[in-house]
């Protein structure tokens, strides 16, 4: 089954300095059929403007993914955790017992992130930042992990979650085609950066969104470039 999101049916709110569209069920924005989507909860499609930012504030308990689509994010938090993400690359931030932080764009240009929120499997751990770069040409035609916490992730190289779910990314030229399998009790979520695919016959274009289970293998063909971001979690 796919459940296709058009970016036009999504929710959200434009605050001047922040324009948000939700996937799922966020803030001021509630619908209680997208209120999540296995143990994946939040997948939000951020453009912050220049000089402006997420001021300090709490989270605890929930996995934070936040991939840089364009511009760059520069965090700060109460562990004494800081650090400039660029376009491509990826921050992740398990809140655990608690954690205070800012994200800001101090860059002379709109940042644009998708920020992804992932529900722990365990509660009350160590809270826990990191970032790393990941260069688009390593994940060309086939998907990269960017962060996990699925035991067979293990010393790949992936930022470290609190979950038994990963976040991935690849990039398609048109016309090439990816195939991805999908374990029976898994559940994933596709959405492109930017171009446009179908999945498994399924057209998607930039920044709709698809909820995917019950699929043995998702076939995904680009029509145009394309950079894709995917969620596989727990279906339940």
Do not use: C
């Amino acid at each position: 089954m796919i459940d296709v999101r058009p970016f036009k049916t999504l929710g959200g709110a434009n605050h001047g300095w922040l324009n948000a569209k939700h996937h799922f069920s966020f803030a001021s924005y509630h619908d209680p059929a997208r209120m999540n989507w296995g143990r994946l909860r939040v997948w939000n499609d951020d453009e912050i403007a220049a000089g402006t930012g997420f001021d300090p504030h709490p989270h605890r308990d929930m996995e934070i993914i936040t991939y840089v689509r364009d511009g760059a994010i520069t965090h700060r938090d109460s562990l004494g955790n800081e650090g400039r993400t660029e376009a491509g690359d990826v921050q992740i931030m398990s809140a655990g017992t608690g954690v205070v932080h800012s994200e800001y764009n101090l860059e002379p240009e709109t940042t644009r992130i998708f920020q992804i929120w992932i529900i722990p499997d365990r509660r009350g751990v160590k809270p826990n930042w990191g970032a790393k770069a990941f260069p688009k040409a390593t994940r060309e035609a086939g998907f990269e992990v960017l962060a996990s916490g699925r035991p067979q992730d293990e010393g790949t190289g992936a930022l470290p979650l609190n979950v038994d779910g990963a976040v991935l990314a690849a990039t398609l030229k048109p016309g090439q085609v990816l195939r991805q399998p999908l374990a029976e009790g898994r559940a994933a979520y596709l959405v492109p950066a930017k171009g446009a695919v179908t999945v498994n016959g399924v057209a998607l274009n930039a920044r709709d969104g698809a909820g995917i289970v019950d699929e043995d293998v998702i076939e995904i063909t680009a029509s145009e470039d394309a950079e894709l971001v995917l969620v596989e979690v727990a279906k339940e």
